[in-house]
């Protein structure tokens, strides 16, 4: 794997950062001024944006710094967006368990990425640092994915109760809370004091969780490539791309049920690849048709599965001239 002198690389780290600052506040302050609920349609067209965007980035990184960068670029951008795909089901959780607006959704997705840009640079910074003085590092992290991947297909059926973050418990036990959310406002001041919103609650909720994300991701993608501004900038891209999808795929998530499954393999593999990292440099185009390979399969099956499911004949409707059974028995009392 390449290394690329981390403080060579901060001032284009530093540039991209505010390239998407600039984005996110022109969505945020111009293009979005109005808050609504994002409808499909909405959402796609977004979605496409960044990640045409994306493709565009890649394209200058190929220009820049040639096609196996490029390549290190797309299959981190690739990996990135799959592990996200996977973690809106708990976005959507937490909206869920919340009771939390859909015109309001946007807005906490949208502060939800400026702190996720913030923690993700802070991992890949002690990351590539780490890995830069102790090379043995590298070798904890992968055998870190390996036991990831494990636990996730372990516990892929696990609960998630959003309430018991204990970063949210922490917060209430210093700050009070209103009861009801105060339209799209994270705190007000009541009877001279500060109070925050359920709203405020959300973002935190979805702040801790993505640290626990990034444990996954950032890892992952520095078994490709320690370059810091290509780990970082794929990982935000693909990020920004799902932040713009979520209210898209929040009604089709179900369909992609073996994803999962396809993300414990592909976890599986990265680690194993750097374990071996130092006896086997495996080229950046073998890693990239594995990946696409598992996460197409995992996909095609879902989509396959789904279909099976919807093509099975429901329950059948009684004789003609019967009525149906009423809610509460043949009798329907």
């Given at each position: 794997m390449d290394e690329v002198s981390l403080s060579h690389e901060l001032p284009v780290i530093a540039g991209f950062i505010a390239f998407v600052v600039v984005?996110?506040?022109?969505?945020?302050?111009?293009?979005?001024r109005r808050a609504h609920v994002i409808g499909i349609k909405e959402s796609l067209l977004w979605a496409g944006f960044w990640i045409a965007l994306s493709l565009l980035i890649n394209l200058g990184v190929y220009f820049w710094r040639g096609p196996d960068t490029a390549l290190q670029f797309f299959t981190g951008y690739l990996i990135e967006l799959s592990l996200s795909v996977d973690n809106l089901f708990v976005f959507l959780l937490i909206f869920t368990y919340f009771a939390v607006p859909a015109v309001h959704?946007?807005?906490?997705?949208?502060?939800?990425?400026?702190?996720?840009?913030?923690?993700?640079?802070?991992?890949?910074?002690?990351?590539?640092?780490?890995?830069?003085?102790?090379?043995?590092?590298?070798y904890i992290f992968g055998a870190f994915l390996i036991l990831t991947s494990i636990r996730m297909a372990l516990q892929r059926d696990r609960k998630i109760d959003p309430g018991r973050?204990?970063?949210?418990?922490?917060?209430?036990?210093?700050?009070?809370?209103?009861?009801?959310?105060e339209g799209d406002r994270f705190f007000i001041k009541r009877a001279g004091r500060t109070v925050a919103t359920p709203l405020f609650v959300v973002l935190l909720v979805i702040e801790t969780t993505d640290v626990i994300f990034a444990t996954d991701s950032v890892p992952a993608v520095l078994g490709i490539t320690l370059d810091p501004f290509v780990?970082?900038?794929?990982?935000?891209?693909?990020?920004?791309?799902?932040?713009?999808?979520?209210?898209?795929?929040?009604?089709?998530?179900?369909?992609?049920?073996?994803?999962?499954?396809?993300?414990?393999?592909?976890?599986?593999f990265i680690g194993v690849k750097m374990l071996v990292g130092g006896v086997y440099d495996m080229p950046v185009s073998i890693a990239l048709g594995?990946?696409?390979?598992?996460?197409?399969?995992?996909?095609?099956?879902?989509?396959?599965?789904?279909?099976?499911?919807?093509?099975?004949?429901?329950?059948?409707?009684?004789?003609?001239?019967?009525?149906?059974?009423?809610?509460?028995?043949?009798?329907g009392k």
């Open positions: 984005m996110l506040v022109l969505d945020l302050k111009v293009f979005q959704q946007h807005k906490v997705l949208f502060w939800g990425i400026l702190g996720a840009v913030v923690m993700r640079l802070t991992f890949i910074v002690a990351g590539v640092a780490l890995i830069a003085k102790f090379h043995w590092v590298l973050n204990p970063v949210l418990r922490l917060f209430r036990r210093f700050m009070p809370v209103t009861d009801d959310y780990v970082f900038s794929s990982n935000v891209c693909a990020i920004l791309g799902l932040r713009a999808l979520y209210f898209a795929l929040a009604g089709i998530m179900k369909m992609f049920r073996y994803l999962s499954y396809g993300l414990v393999v592909v976890l599986f594995v990946v696409a390979t598992v996460l197409l399969l995992s996909v095609l099956a879902s989509i396959v599965k789904s279909r099976r499911e919807n093509s099975l004949p429901g329950p059948s409707s009684p004789p003609h001239g019967e009525a149906a059974p009423g809610p509460e028995g043949p009798s």
